[in-house]
């Protein structure tokens, strides 16, 4: 679930609020409510779905071994009967009986071997296909130059029906809590029997079927009656409109033509309070903004912890989240989110003094640290969405005020996002950059691996730290998953020590509904959880 | 007649290749589209190698391009990165367009010639002072205000219509749209009708006809507006391109799937084949349309021919 751009635009939120209910009838589940949508910008493939408005619908129409529980994020078993290992590497997987494809397909160990070959195998093209990298034999299906030598995964057996065992490369002791991802789906035999047909009518075994779908336009879905999972749909059916501007969906929220908008565009921030009263929500999101440093430039890299540091602490993240962004973020004191909750590793005020904005001590601490370099420091980010160029320049008003020099902060503005992926990943970046994270799956592991890990797919700033790696390895091989997150926990306090990003704001995500409709959540992906929505 | 149509189709040809060129340059120089695939991970080198050889964009620029051009003389215009057929999009998207076009142009040719005649006999008086501060309003305001400010009245204050526009895009939804895209064009048409008719109503011809004795509105209607017309012929000629390529705001207010709408979303995600395909489409649109109006002015006026 990638892509804070996109994701941006497709606000979350993890809603414990929804309690408030207009209308007062008593709920019909045959009724349907509409909800607003974006175009899926890749083909409705799980392991291909990397932005929210794919996942809107694959979490309608699949259930995989996991589910995350909408309010905690706490993985819990859906398919699974057991996922059991002695070492933290080899896993033995039971699915559940009783489970079938709404087209009457039993589920069974071979729909997800089969599902997740084909979404690890570099032919097939799978964005998410990174997701099967911890699996044994990924690295024949999916070698990084070159063709496959293998067409199937080694690490992975179908014992019988209902078993399979799966071998990872590492130990990995919250694995199966990854399970609840949408790339881990399972596959009816006609995905890759008639794949086009498939295509324009997903078959999948959630609580909803597709009843029709006009690509770019509409997709209705439909309550299935034979679910056989205990979520069943409280409501007759979802219909998915596309919208290419969120305003417009907003004006439709207003008029009564639409039930759902889980975007509210950033000029209607200030009035949805008051236009939808307690049918507005807004709150914590998987999404962490931080400006990361490039540790390959000698002018940020080793060495340099008190000037990124005094950095960190000349910025008023409370002030530019409230004035900017109408609270709509919240000032991040670790480098996490809070959607994972205490138990799931987030720890508020981890970053300690490290994230307290104090003038004196970041000018003091940034002198200390050799001065900015050449007396200047330029931030950089795209700047095509989620009003970037704005919170730029507030964070450099910040950094200019602080340090008593109206001359010392410049912003880079970046026009597209893709030219400033290559520029970041062509290592040009001579700054702090902007690095948005939106989370996988909710696991502390997630905040922290891919983004601070020696050489991690998304270490974009090159940072490395002996000590760090190892934590993280410890608290992979960790069997206990309380101290498998204390452990990372640590590894977090020397990102506090090392600062090789700057955590600024969780994101939040807002929506808004109609009168209609009571029991609206968003899970920790940023997708209304349709199945419980009560229309009346 | 038969020659100059000719020639003029002929003269399109170097045209069209040059603006196809040109809109291919643009789109490649946006930036790598693949990279933003991936949203905010670093892209997996395996799989967006794969992607790139599959999209061609592992070949040089000028490669591409016939590559491109080959395809599209065998019509086929490509794939979007969806995965459907860029031909399929267009099929979706083309109706709507010109749908809302027809309902545009409609509006602009009733009401712009209409407030144009008006304006134009009363020329000095009340009304046309009227009518001519009216349309200088309406083209000062930017199409986005009207459209979020009309969109709001209608739609959400008074409950009239729904405020957005249903997939299927049928007539009478698309009123309301196509009177915003018509907005600013009409009050160019009814400018150009009041100061053609202003003109031409001291002319030879008209004088003779009054003094024929022929009734006045067939004075108007056969002779005055016949000829006065040939401006304004040319104006929506130029115009038909303009409303479909500037139909990219009208539709996004409305939530209309036309070709504004495909042509954002392809901009949007740095997707060649669509942009490059919905602009040549409109490239060939224009140019018909102009042809269509240099062939007009014929019947218009019997007195210019083509050899």
Known sequence: MRGVTWAAAAVTVLAATATACGGGGASDTSAVLSSSWGDPQNPLEPANTNEVQGGKVLS????????????????????????????????????????????????????????????????????????????????????????????TLSGLTVKDDRTFTVKLTQKFSTWPETLGYAAYAPLPRSFFDDHDAWLDKPVGNGPYTIDSYAKGSEMRLRKWEDYPGPDKARNGGVDLKVYTDNNTAYTDLQSGNLDLADDIPAAQLKNAPKDLGERYINQPAGILQTLAFPYYDKNWGAGKEKLRIGLSRAIDREQITRQIFQKTRTPATDWTSPVLGKDGGYKSGLCGDACDYDPAAAKKLIKEGGGLPGGKVTLTSNVDTGSHREWMDAVCNSINNALGNERACTVDPVGTFADYRNRITGHRMTGPFRAGWQMDYPLIQNFLQPLYYTNASSNDGKWSNKDFD?????????????????????????????MPAIPLWYQNGSAGYSERLSDVTLNPFSVPVYEQIKVS | MGRYVLRRLLQMVPVFI??????????????????????DRAPDPATAARIRRELYLDRPLWTQYLHYMGQIFQGNFGTAFNGQPVLDLMAEAWPVTLRLTLVAIVIELIFGIT?????????????????????????????????????????????????????????????????????????????????????????????TAVAKGLPRHRVITRHLLRNSLIPVITFIGTDIGALMGGAIVTERIFNIHGVGY?????????????????????????????????????VLDPRIRYA
């Open chain 2, 262 to 298: 495909q042509l954002y979303q392809g901009i949007l995600r740095n997707n060649s084949p669509t942009v490059v395909g919905f602009v040549t489409v409109l490239v060939i649109v224009f140019l018909l349309a102009n042809l269509l109006v240099d062939l007009l002015y014929a």
């Open chain 2, 115 to 207: 407030l144009g005649v008006i304006g134009g006999l009363r020329r000095g008086r009340a009304t046309d002072t009227g009518v001519l501060f009216l349309t200088l309003v309406v083209i000062s305001v930017p199409t986005f205000v009207t459209g979020y400010l009309l969109q709001y009245l209608f739609g959400v204050e008074w409950g009239l219509i729904r405020p957005s526009v249903s997939p299927a895009a049928p007539l009478n939804e698309l009123l309301l749209p196509g009177a915003v895209l018509a907005l600013v064009s009409l009050a160019y048409v009814t400018r150009l009708t009041r100061t053609s008719i202003a003109e031409n109503v001291r002319a030879d011809y008209v004088r």
């Open chain 1, 60 to 151: 309608m129409i699949f259930r995989g071994l996991k589910e995350y529980d909408p309010k905690t994020g706490e993985a819990k078993d859906m398919l699974a009967e057991r996922i059991e290992s002695d070492d933290s590497q080899n896993y033995t997987v039971t699915v559940k009986d009783g489970w079938t494809f709404s087209n009457g397909e039993k589920v069974t160990a071979r729909s997800f071997v089969d599902a997740w070959n084909y979404g690890a195998l570099l032919d097939n093209k799978q964005k998410n296909a990174y997701f099967f990298e911890y699996i044994d034999g990924y690295d024949k299906v999916h070698p990084s130059s070159g063709n496959p030598t293998a067409k």
């Open chain 1, 470 to 498: 190892r934590l993280v390895n410890e608290a992979n091989a960790e069997t206990d998953t309380g101290r498998a997150v204390s452990t990372f926990q640590d590894g977090e306090k020397i990102l506090a020590e090392q």
């Open chain 2, 18 to 39: 040059g603006t196809t060129f040109l809109i291919f340059f643009m789109v490649y120089a946006l930036g790598d589209p693949v990279a933003a695939l991936f949203g």
